[in-house]
């Protein structure tokens, strides 16, 4: 066939139909809820939906009308920031969290319905989710490991008063952190105490509880907080959470509010408990053993259970910010220089403004694509967690009927990683090509189950929070200045720069990003996730397979070089002949698990897009804009994993050749020739002195040599890392035609004519 | 009283006013750039009927609502989302489009050989309520088309209150011109209520409530039927949105007297 053919063909057809088709795949309007209900797979559940509108509409009504009349310029928690709880209540809102039992209206694992509201409300203002999701970060404790009697009281105490029923909500308060120098990132260093107050044969003893917190939300108004607490009585053993009411006798100093720049709507104090509560207040109950008092869970053990949830709701919240950008930063382009004396309607200064300059799009592209890769990889996580809740009941129930604890656990869980292991093979084989009873006979076994996801999860949560809130943050950065002088002030449409700082907080508490890294630096390298991750990529050159625009292949380039650096940095050492990838050389093990993120989020973002081709026609109000979306979303995918793959690229690299030193003139043997080495030669092969010079270094005769650092760094060895790496770099090819063809929509995409919450 | 109302609300979707609207020229006639692909909410009037009518057959014990919607199947669903935790109401969907450009007649013909078909509906306690006017065409002409289809004589029309009496029958407030009411006393249902704003805000969210409806609105959008409403032989030879018209100056201290004389001048021109 000819170069020409198919432009040749294509001269051929009319224009209508090339205009038609283009029109037809353009981006037409922004994604409602449509599209977002099946990416984020809760097309077929209406509780949620439900939930999702009414959250909303008190994002963008009340909350907003609050951030725009400047509640958040007050430290203090004032009446009116109080009323946004009652408007928590109103909607529905405060149950979403609760089991139908105790009063919640949404059935079975909560976690990507808490994860759909503080993304709703993120959207226009983070202080209101934190506020929001306080309670429930207070009852986490007690929903994760609290004995029954626990869960049914301060549960349903905590749900709103139904009509007619005379009862005050009760709110509450999480307080691990504590005044420097003691908790913080390290949360073993407690100072907080329990001692035994009064302790009477037979009867429930009386505890003292010392403690200081630093930073607790919801403090201004708690009725219960639930701390962390070291026994400081030998009496007691090791460490608990304990609940703490407001009426408990002793000091419960509420303390002074926090002088914080962000999360505004949201009440932050440094309060001081000095009360006498009785044993019954320790989360998960206690033991007596030998005249000791054995707590049944320690709170190290309490709070992984309980931050593994909730940090993946933190990370959406900078999701949303980030999406939510979008649509007033394209208002803002389009409108910039209209009601000029010298701009015409119709002119290109009047209908598009700013976006007749590339960069302002192409930035903008990229704030869409990080806030489609975080929400992907955010909603992912929370769904995992839905499906994993049961699984991991149920192992704490089976652990606990046969008192296996601690190591004991962890030595059985040990045993259970082979068959995890086969599982993950054969779930990966044709179901035509594998032993169907072995799969279906792994499939039933629940610990089993237990050990494929919760490898998954012990990454997922970590990437999400790590990810979606650091560079999160670097992007809103990037979303302030399109906005230009606005961005900066409080008047900025859709508040993009409360949200910058907002998005910094959110990648602190919690755990800030070493947490994560600390975290990500060990569960990525178990066997059983890496067994996922190879399937993975595997996953992704399929998919590159079928729908070759995704990016696909390019993020499964990056999995296979982000492979090798893992396993090469494990086993090498550095120049010094000190081991690499180990806990201490934090220089190693974080940028690869920043790494992984970047990786982790392309992927969730492309599997989404597969799912809303695959999904998107059975909506029939999505038949019109499908196509649009769709290719669309392809060109932000792949965008993405170029992103991705340049930041994994980059710092591979660093790890891999960072570490050695650089070869030297002065070192012996130095890789380079010597020109009395190449004088003789080139009486053999002519013209070998003076090429040699082009290609390599040599040291001349009076020991000069080229100025630079020393002899270029040979790749002996390394030769499989370098040919991927290069492959990778092969592997961007298109992706700024990709960005090209995203930015164009943005200056066609219809957006709404004004926006849906004040400013 | 010895039985409740049944009502009935006629509603459905409109555009939500955010959006940009703008009029093209479709396959089949003039259309909204995009309908589909915007997000729609309750046409304002038919809400302000459902959340009375809710309200009535809370107070009315042995009363029942159904909201009877025509509009893209698809649409409705989503729409439900909002309002299914807000009103007790069954859900009798017709799948067809609701949009500015449908003939209020094949529309009121399509409702009302719905409603006749309602299962278990008694004509005899029937409350027929909808809006006064919709917002996506301001016809106001389809409650009393669908009334008289149902061979329903007592009309009223932008109704802002109705109020069952002890005696058994209904006082209705009618808005007329000159910001006046006209009060009517009606025998009793049934009767045709196209409503106004009426005087309840929207009832706050009840999720409950919300997972209570949703269990009869799925299996009724699934069964909703195709209405054929359209605008056969109308030619439309101009549609255009309303412009909304601002001119905003910022004065600052202004007296009252000032700012009434001069809204009173902008009026006269
Ligand atoms: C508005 C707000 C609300 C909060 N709400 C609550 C709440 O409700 N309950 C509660 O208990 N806490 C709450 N916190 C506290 C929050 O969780 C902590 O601030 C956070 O965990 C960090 O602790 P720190 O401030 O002591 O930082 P530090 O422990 O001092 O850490 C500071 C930095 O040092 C580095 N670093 C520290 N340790 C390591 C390490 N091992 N490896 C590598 N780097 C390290 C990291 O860069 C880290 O970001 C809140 C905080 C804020 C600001």
Redesign the pocket.
């Known amino acids: 066939m000819s170069p020409d053919g198919p432009r040749m063909k294509r001269g051929r057809e009319s224009m209508t139909t090339a205009k038609t088709q283009t029109e037809k795949m353009a981006l037409r309007a922004l994604p409602g809820d449509e599209v977002r209900q099946i990416l984020w797979r809760f097309a077929d559940r209406y509780d949620l939906q439900m939930a999702v509108q009414a959250v909303r509409a008190l994002a963008r009504g009340p909350v907003a009308r609050m951030v725009a009349d400047g509640a958040r310029n007050s430290h203090e928690w004032t009446d009116e920031k109080a009323a946004l709880l009652n408007e928590f209540d109103a909607s529905g809102l405060t149950a979403l969290g609760m089991d139908p039992e105790f009063g919640g209206y949404v059935e079975g694992p909560k976690n990507l319905a808490l994860a759909l509201a503080a993304f709703e409300l993120s959207w226009v203002d983070g202080g209101s989710a934190?506020s929001a999701m306080?309670t429930n970060?207070?009852l986490g404790p007690i929903h994760e490991r609290g004995t029954p009697e626990q869960q049914k009281t301060y549960m349903s105490r905590c749900v709103p008063p139904q009509p007619g029923e005379k009862r005050t909500i009760w709110r509450g308060?999480?307080?691990?952190?504590?005044p420097?120098p003691y908790?913080?990132?390290?949360?073993r260093v407690l100072s907080g105490g329990v001692r035994v107050a009064k302790w009477k044969e037979g009867e429930e003893p009386l505890l003292q509880v010392e403690k200081r917190?630093?930073?607790?939300?919801?403090?201004a108004f708690a009725n219960f907080v639930t701390a962390?607490v070291d026994s400081d009585d030998e009496r007691i053993k090791g460490s608990c959470m304990i609940i703490l009411h407001e009426d408990d006798p002793g000091v419960f100093d509420r303390g002074a509010p926090?002088r914080?720049l962000?999360?505004q709507l949201?009440s932050?104090n440094d309060p001081i408990f000095s009360l006498k509560v009785p044993a019954s207040r320790i989360v998960g109950g206690f033991k007596v053993r030998d005249g000791v008092l054995v707590p049944n869970y320690d709170h190290a053990e309490i709070i992984a259970a309980v931050f593994r949830r909730t940090r993946v709701t933190v990370g959406l919240m900078t999701a949303a910010k980030l999406l939510s950008a979008v649509e007033p930063i394209i208002r803002y382009q389009r409108g910039r220089y209209r009601g000029g004396k010298t701009i015409e309607p119709g002119s290109a200064f009047h209908e598009l403004g700013l976006q007749q300059k590339e960069d302002v799009l192409h930035r903008l592209v990229d704030i869409w694509a990080s806030g489609e890769a975080s929400a992907a990889l955010g909603f992912a996580a929370a769904r995992l967690f839905d499906e994993f809740d049961p699984i991991e009941k149920h192992k704490d129930k089976v652990f606990e009927e046969r008192g296996l604890k601690g190591r004991a656990q962890l030595k059985e869980l040990k045993k259970l990683e082979k068959p995890a292991l086969e599982y993950i093979e054969l779930a990966a084989t044709p179901a035509a090509k594998r032993d169907a009873k072995r799969f279906e006979e792994l499939e039933a076994d629940r610990l089993v189950q237990f050990m494929v996801q919760d490898a998954v999860a012990n990454v997922l949560c970590p990437a999400v929070k790590l990810w979606n809130t650091g560079q999160g943050t670097n992007m809103m950065r990037e979303a302030v200045s399109l906005m230009g002088g606005y961005g900066i002030t409080e008047d900025c449409p859709g508040f993009i720069g409360q949200k910058w700082m907002d998005a910094q907080?959110e990648a602190?508490?919690?755990?800030?990003?070493?947490?994560q890294?600390?975290q990500l630096a060990i569960t990525m390298t178990q066997p059983v996730f890496l067994a996922h991750f190879r399937q993975w990529i595997a996953e992704m050159r399929r998919v590159a397979g079928r729908r070759p625009g995704t990016g696909a292949c390019t993020v499964a380039s990056a999995m296979e070089l982000w492979l090798w650096t893992l396993r090469h940095l494990s086993e090498a050492e550095d120049a010094d002949g000190t081991p690499l990838y180990r806990d201490k050389r934090?220089g190693v093990t974080?940028p690869m698990a920043d790494a992984l993120c970047w990786l982790l989020a392309s992927r969730q973002q492309i599997l989404d897009l597969l799912e809303l081709e695959r999904r998107g026609p059975e909506n029939e109000a999505l038949a019109e804009g499908l196509p649009g979306y769709v290719r669309f979303f392809t060109d932000l995918c792949h965008v993405q994993a170029a992103r991705a793959a340049g930041e994994v690229g980059r710092l591979c690299s660093e790890l891999v050749f960072g570490y050695n030193r650089h070869p030297s003139w002065e070192a012996e043997g130095a890789s380079c020739y010597q020109a009395d080495e190449l004088e003789p030669l080139d009486g053999f092969i002519p013209g070998i002195a003076a090429c040699a010079r082009s290609f390599t270094d040599v040291v001349e005769a009076d020991g000069s040599h080229p100025q630079k650092a020393g002899p270029c760094v040979c790749f002996t060895g390394m030769e499989a890392f370098t040919s991927m790496r290069r492959k990778l770099d092969g592997c961007l090819t298109g992706a700024r035609m990709a960005k090209d063809r995203a930015a164009r929509d943005l200056t066609q995409v219809m957006i709404p004519e004004v926006p849906d919450y004040p400013t | 009283m010895s039985q409740g109302f049944h009502l009935v609300v006629c509603g459905s979707i409109v555009p939500d006013p955010l959006q940009t609207l703008e009029p093209i020229q479709g396959a089949e006639g003039p259309a909204l750039k995009n309908e589909m692909m915007l997000p729609a909410v309750l046409d304002p009037w038919a809400g302000h009927a459902l959340y009375e009518a809710a309200h009535l057959a809370a107070a009315t014990p042995d009363s029942k609502v159904w909201l009877v919607s025509l509009g893209p199947r698809a649409k409705l669903q989503q729409l439900m989302m909002t309002i299914a935790p807000k009103a007790a109401f069954e859900l009798v969907a017709l799948d067809g489009p609701a949009g500015g450009f449908t003939e209020a007649w094949e529309t009121a013909e399509a409702l009302a050989e719905c409603i006749k078909t309602i299962p278990g509906l008694d004509r005899s306690r029937l409350l027929l309520f909808g809006g006064c006017a919709s917002a996506s065409r301001d016809a106001g002409v389809t409650m009393q088309m669908v009334g008289e289809r149902l061979e329903i004589s007592d009309q009223f029309l932008a109704v802002d209150e109705l109020t069952p009496q002890e005696n058994g029958t209904i006082r209705i407030l009618e808005r007329i011109e000159a910001g006046r009411y006209q009060v009517s006393e009606c025998a009793g249902p049934p009767l045709v209520a196209a409503w106004a704003t009426g005087r309840l805000p929207e009832p706050p969210n009840n999720a409950q409530l919300g997972m209570q409806n949703m269990r009869s609105i799925m299996p009724a959008l699934q069964k909703a039927q195709p209405a054929r409403v359209g605008a056969e032989g109308v030619e439309f030879l101009e549609v255009e949105v309303p412009k909304q018209r601002r001119n905003t100056r910022v004065v600052e201290d202004a007296s009252v007297d000032e700012m009434a004389r001069e809204i009173v001048e902008w009026i006269r021109k």
């Open positions: 934190t306080a970060l207070a308060a999480f307080a691990l952190t504590e420097l908790v913080g990132v390290n949360t917190g630093r930073f607790i939300t919801n403090m962390a926090t914080k962000v999360h949201s932050t907080l602190t508490y919690e755990g800030p990003e070493a947490v890294r600390r934090q974080f």
